[in-house]
């Protein structure tokens, strides 16, 4: 029975196609359902235990959380764990409450910052207060045990900490574990090292929201600070441990086969997509 772990989205929190976006990536998704990205969540699943859980919340969550159904129709959701309170990784709470969902006391792991946001803030604080979600607050480096099987390890890093704090999570089974990091400043304002990280995994998902700085036309991406592809590569290169790019913005032309896939394919670097499984109990992927 075995421990693993799931992609279920790869886009940035706008998803693609993005609302409202006519630009190249966007308008051929509209029409074409198998070029549309949901926003990056990471399902986790321990079949031994009969649980599941999902690393963020995300306007897709319905069709995540039906994703991961389907992949383990019997490990019930036993908790969501959040990254940080930018739109595409927690408004997808907004189907447990009484209008849909009506959980009872799910899980509900976040920093101190995370839960006090939720706690303090409408339309999240009737969950906390109704029990929908019963929030439990990760202290970063200090490791937890989801199930017999599965533990987690939160990893604070450098970002845009409008409402929370930002977390990544080192997610270990009893034989691998996957690094799961969706939102980065930038890896040099990180009090880790990024190859050291790394090569103590066995697979890296790492933010690979821009390739390249001159993506977004008329908007300053110094407000949006994320390490360029390019930039992760460089650092990356030629490692031995499977690295995948994710939380692709719309605008990322790593969405499609093309010199850019190429050219990060060379250096051992892949793009992330929903469907790719790791088995956290043995090695090899399923
Ligand atoms: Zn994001
Ligand atoms: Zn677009
Ligand atoms: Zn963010």
Redesign the pocket.
Known sequence: MSVEAILLGTAQDGGV??AG?T?D??RPARADPALRHWVACLGLVDRAAGQSWLIDATPDYREQLHALHEWAPDCPLAGIVLTHAHTGHYAGLIHLGREAANTQGLPLYASARMAGFLRENAPWSLLVALGNVELRVLTPDREVQLSPRLWLTPLAVPHRDEYSDTLAFVVRGPQRRLFYCPDIDGWDRWSWELGQVVSEVDVALLDGTFYSADELPGRDVAQIPHPLATDTAGRLAGTDNEVHLIHLN??NPLQRPGPEREWLAARGIGVGAAGMRWQLDKRGVL
């Open positions: 196609p993005q976006c630009c990536h966007c719309h605008s």
